[in-house]
Nanobody, 127 residues
Framework: QVQLVESGGGLVQAGGSLRLSCAAP????????MGWFRQAPGKEREFVAA????????YYADSVKGRFTISRDNNKNTVDLQINSLKPEDTAVYYC????????????????????WGQGTQVTVSS
């Protein structure tokens, strides 16, 4: 099991930016993809973005396209999520997750499509 640790959350005003980071200590050669999800109070966990580890191909939820950018650092074994133009509705706990086997984008946008999860980092956007 891979241990994932998210960081970078916090309280920010609407219109501001944050950069979340997910560290996956240890080996990542078995990682096929990593994703970011978020869960607002009283709502289900929803897909935000995913990246294929080899090749760096990315996929985003329609609601965050143009504002969120997912990237990975092979040397540091981290996946970052740059969030710009934050809105109050972006308030949620943000989770990163990893998948070890090949999957299509349809699978990678589902909670069940991942093998390991982090504990989450809180993002709060004030209006």
């Amino acid at each position: 099991q891979v241990q994932l640790v998210e960081s970078g959350g916090g309280l920010v005003q609407a219109g501001g930016s944050l950069r979340l980071s997910c560290a996956a200590p240890g080996r990542t050669f078995s990682t096929y993809a990593m994703g970011w999800f978020r869960q607002a109070p009283g709502k289900e966990r929803e897909f935000v973005a995913a990246i294929i580890w080899r090749g760096g191909y990315t996929y985003y939820a329609d609601s965050v396209k143009g504002r969120f950018t997912i990237s990975r650092d092979n040397n540091k074994n981290t996946v970052d999520l740059q969030i710009n133009s934050l809105k109050p509705e972006d308030t949620a706990v943000y989770y990163c997750a990893t998948r070890r086997t090949t999957a299509d984008w349809g699978t990678l946008r589902t909670v069940g499509g991942y093998h390991d999860w982090g504990q989450g980092t809180q993002v709060t956007v004030s209006s």
